[in-house]
């Protein structure tokens, strides 16, 4: 299993970015499939989460109501919707698999970062 995440870029305040996590190897379906994002120096820390099963979204109350979670099975790939950025997201962003949990430790499974800037 192999995640590739991608879509970064410099946006502006108050701006939005989809992140796109692209399986392969497997079928997306069968993983939960999570965000994090890293500063430099910093924790690894969750953002949110799909789940295998029903699809559920789980999301930090940091980001929670300015970014959606959705997969699409046919591309094999899950997004990050990210609305309203602010300075504080900007970060490194990577997903994982396999859990819906909120800490790294529970990942086996990891793409590269990509990088979102957040320009006021």
């Known amino acids: 299993v192999q995640l590739q995440a991608s879509g970064g870029g410099l946006v502006h305040l108050g701006g939005s970015l989809r992140l796109s996590c692209k399986l392969s190897?497997?079928?997306?379906?069968?993983?939960?499939i999570a965000w994090f994002r890293q500063a430099a120096g910093s924790e690894r820390e969750w953002v949110g989460c799909?789940?295998?099963?029903?699809?559920?979204?789980k999301y930090s109350t940091s980001v929670e109501g300015r970014f959606t979670i959705s997969r699409d099975d046919a591309k094999n790939t899950i997004y990050l919707q990210m609305n309203a950025l602010n300075s504080e997201d900007t970060d490194t962003y990577y997903c994982?698999?396999?859990?819906?949990?909120?800490?790294?430790?529970?990942?086996?499974?990891w793409g590269r970062g990509t990088q979102v800037t957040v320009s006021s």
């Open positions: 994982a698999a396999d859990s819906c949990l909120n800490a790294p430790m529970f990942y086996d499974y």
């Open positions: 190897g497997s079928t997306i379906a069968r993983y939960g």
């Open positions: 799909i789940s295998t099963r029903d699809g559920e979204t």
